[in-house]
């Protein structure tokens, strides 16, 4: 078994390459992940697998099992996480279909399961997020971007935000001054926990849309399907070329 997961988005509730040679489904103390864990052969490669928003895509953002998901994970023996993740675009370069490896995030989600250490602690602890990605991780993200030859973008600030509905334009426009490139509905508390887990994480984030009020008219659902398409194959694209040099 490899140490290395992928938990995949919105677009990508299961990998087409995979050779699928086992599901595992774990139970946890923080209650049942977004489906069974999938084992298998990607590119040759030994790699786990588990769909963010369930084997069906049932389950939206603000109701993942984030704590049970990445706790599964580490039971499992997981040690590297790449997550796969839509988002819509915010800044200039942040272009529908154009894959991010952004290297900063900012949390406007509320009332999720967000930490691992509450109830009775030990201790109270404090985990450092200052780099809130694995440098590694995003290093090699960047390197299988190159060698597949994609459209992407390798730094950026992702906003998360609680969904499920889209953001308004005075929201999008606040998130601009506070620096976001990207807005997202998953990035936390996915990426705190994996930290909390000691967990190397790192997104790749594709560009479904802009964001509101950044292109003209309102954001057409069929046109950010589309996009979404054409960014999960360059993903695809990636995923191989990440498999076989890493
Ligand atoms: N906002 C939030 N999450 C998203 C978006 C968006 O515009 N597009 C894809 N995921």
Known sequence: MSDLAIIGGTGLTKLDSLHIVRREVVHTPYGEPSGPVTHGYLFDQAVSFIPRHGPRHTIPPHQVNYRANLWALQHIGISRVLAVAAVGGISKNMQPARLVIPDQIIDYTWSRDHTFFEGRVEHVT???????????????????CIAADVDYVDNGTYGATQGPRLESIAEINRMERDGCDLVGMTGM???????????????????????????DGGISMDELARNLERGMQQVGSVLEAFMTSN
């Open 126 to 144: 404090h985990v450092d997020f200052s780099e809130p990605y694995c440098d590694d991780l995003r290093r090699a993200i960047i390197k299988a």
């Open 189 to 215: 508390p996915e990426a705190g926990l994996a930290r909390e887990l000691n967990l190397c994480y790192a997104t790749c984030a594709v560009v479904a849309n802009w964001a509101a009020g950044r292109s």
